[in-house]
């Protein structure tokens, strides 16, 4: 289990390697599609990712990503995304798509 990456209740970048959620709530299912958006606020690269273990309320999870997650997420073609609280650990991986790869690489300027 990772710590020392982000505050208490926020999904944060960790280590340009993974999305750390620490006490935020957990996906309901791991075996459900998600969509990912891209935004530029202020300087910073946000990116939202929609687990949809819920059709009426799924799950948002929000971070900031820099130039090397992205490099990183251009070779995986993955965003690994953990949730830990109580000591529990879950990991949800998002496949990442062409077109969604291009925005990503764009927006940062690769």
Do not use: H, W
Not at 67 to 84: D, L, M, P
Not at 90 to 110: K, Q, S
């Amino acid at each position: 289990m990772e710590s020392g990456c982000g505050p208490s209740g926020e999904c944060v970048l960790c280590k340009d390697q993974f999305v750390l959620c620490l006490d935020t709530e957990f996906p309901r299912r791991l075996d459900v599609p998600a969509e990912m958006e891209v935004d530029k606020v202020g300087n910073a690269l946000v990116v939202r990712i929609i687990i949809k273990d819920d059709q009426r309320d799924p799950l948002y999870v929000e971070f900031e990503v820099t130039r090397n997650f992205v490099e990183r997420v251009s070779r995986e073609r993955a965003i690994s995304v953990r949730f830990v609280r109580e000591g529990v650990e879950i990991e949800y991986l998002l496949m990442v798509g062409p077109e969604e790869l291009r925005i990503l690489r764009t927006n940062i300027g690769l």
